[in-house]
């Protein structure tokens, strides 16, 4: 993010792109909810009725996979009706003319088929973006889980840089990262394509820097996205390119990642799969080795939040068994490999890896443990620097010359359109008690009182009655991958045609459906659409009684013994 | 009773929210958790922040708590057997250095975690593919 979190309520208009924070972060949708009541204005764009959307000034409930088209229609207007920051653009970018031939195209009227949103409504939304000072814009996963998704991120970045709205406080543009350690993750380099602190790895003097540090030579070449693995594991030719072994850590793909019938088959093919975790789940099934490990609040360390910003983790308890912290399973293997790795704690792990990354030098342990949070960029160690708020500010960017780039790319559809066969759509979001495949928050008591297998499909009230079901009913629903059955949620907040599930179920496993086509750019999945068709289960007693035997026999495969009906 | 406060940050999603806990030592188990004034969250927590720390407690609903590394030891789909740490350790670097010493450093994939494990477990995980398997193959799931 571009922002700070805090500084959200304190923006003049808030542009929410595919972005549901009252389910994926309630806590920044409290400040969201704030900024309505100091006077913000909202502009919510999304499929659903989001709670962001019932607060919203003007809600554009587009029609699935038309985001580009509708971010370019937004600068068409911008741009056609002269409600641009010149001066900014002149000072601060380069590229405004080739981006305005792209775009010129995209009237609202142009739009409209596309979208399904009147061409009106795009003109008010565009005036009210670019006549408020500051504006905002956060997006979501609504956003970046399409085949196209990098270039709506960079549309959204052009109506951020056509109307000044960078370089000062409560303005800018800002992944709201989901998972509590995303950005951290990125941060540490646990990317194909980058170094820790965003260094690339085809960058020669990147590398040289830390082929000194780590007293090695490394590779040149970008590695393999983690959304390739089942296709290197399954068809790949090259035989040095195929994958052998999977080293998984603190992750499910059997349960969470796209088309998961083909990620059985990969699990199932590869030679040596390694599963490092707190907790067995779907992928242990498949694994030759389990490597236990300390969970949150049994050890130390840092997340980085979605903004940021550097903060603690301490543990709470003491870690009942044989287990270890990741960090130092890790730098056992590679000790016992012959490349040794001795640290005493996490801090010394810190410690070297700042010195790697000029823009977290200066977060130190001491100055967390002071500040309670830093924010990179921190350059400097002296404890005047306290970290950045926000970023690009007086409008210098983090390029050779200080401008920003805009880039215009052309809208294109989602890649599997509903048909006779599949007529409807799917999308997968987020449930707010919950968290990602639930080994965590499924083991918690009062969470999984809340909500439990085999969760629900949301639908439109008119297709429920086209279909005769209701709420609560069982219902089957598939895709050309797969099906699982889950409960009929019938609710006007979601358009007909369209239906959307949550990703954390083992029995309503939206993900047998999902397709694993990706971005070119950042290989995400299309999560967010692909053709179903839902299925009316005649004989309700038989489809509640055979969900109960599945979650039964899943929950044993899993170590948990159940009682009546569970295998030993 | 012996209780400890600790503040940390909430394992559930980006908003990097504080947390405190009240622990109580002796028995090695959690009292109370209550929000802390962070600079994201200023005093507030979701239903995640407020319960989400139970399955510390190990309540044996959904899956079973990983205690022991364990093997399968009569290969794919035999059943896995508990192995001390020395065995599992050497096992894995044994079939990875064969496997790397076969087809080359770029048949090895490796994960690093957005979720539970911390930046510096992260760090470690790609400088192991990097410096220890020669591979830029590594990656996250920063992409569901």
Redesign the interface.
Known sequence: MSM???EIEDSGCLLCFGYNGAD?????A?RIVRGKQKGMKIICVDPRVTETARISDIHLQLKGGSNLALVNAIANVIWSEGLTDDAFIREHTKGYDEFIEVIKEYTPEYAEPITHVPAEEIRRAARLYATTKPAMILYGMGV??FSQAVDVVKGLANLALMTGNFGGPAMGIGP??????????????????S??GYQN?TDPKSREK?EKA???S??D???????H?PR?ILHEKD?????????????DPAQ??PDLAEVREAL?KC??V?MQ?????KTGLY???????T?????????????R??????????P????????Q??????T????P?E?KN?EE??N??IDLCPSFQGATYEKMEKY??VQWPCRDKSMEDKGTPYLHKDGKFATADQKALFYGTQWHPPLEKENEQYPMTLSTVRE??H??V???????????N?EDEPGWVQMNTEDCRRLGLKKGELVKILSKRGYCITRCLPTDRVTPGATYMT?QWWIGACNELTIAELDPV????E?KYCACRVEKIEDQEWAERHVQELYEDI?AQ???HTGKGAKA | MNLKQVQTTCPYCGAGCQISFTVDTDANKIVEAVPADGRTNAGTLCLKGHYGWDYLNDPQILTKRLRKPMIRKGGKKSPLVEVSWDEAISYVAKRLTEIKEKYGPDAIMGTGSARGAGNEANYLMQKFMRACIGTNNVDHCARI
């Open positions: 700070g979190i805090p994926s972060h309630p806590i920044v409290r970046c889980q709201v990262r989901g998972q509590n350690n995303v950005q951290g993750a990125c941060d540490m380099g646990a990317l194909p394509n170094y820790p790895v830390f780590w007293g090695v490394l590779p070449k970008v590695g393999c996205p983690i959304t693995v290197r035989e040095s390119k195929r994958i052998h072994a999977y080293y998984i850590f603190g992750e969470s990642d199932d030679d040596f390694v975790d707190i907790y067995m789940n694994a030759d080795v389990i490597l236990p490990a969970g949150w609040g049994e050890n130390e360390g840092v997340y980085t939040c979605a903004d910003g550097f903060q603690r983790i301490r543990k709470l308890v003491e009942e068994g044989d287990l270890k912290p990741d960090w399973i890790i730098a056992e293997i590679s016992a490999m012959g490349y790795m640290y996490t792990i810190w070297e890896l309670g949070c707010v008690g968290y990602s639930r080994t965590m928050t499924g083991n918690c008591r009062t969470l999984r809340l990703y950042s290989n995400t999945p999560y929950r899993m170590g948990i």
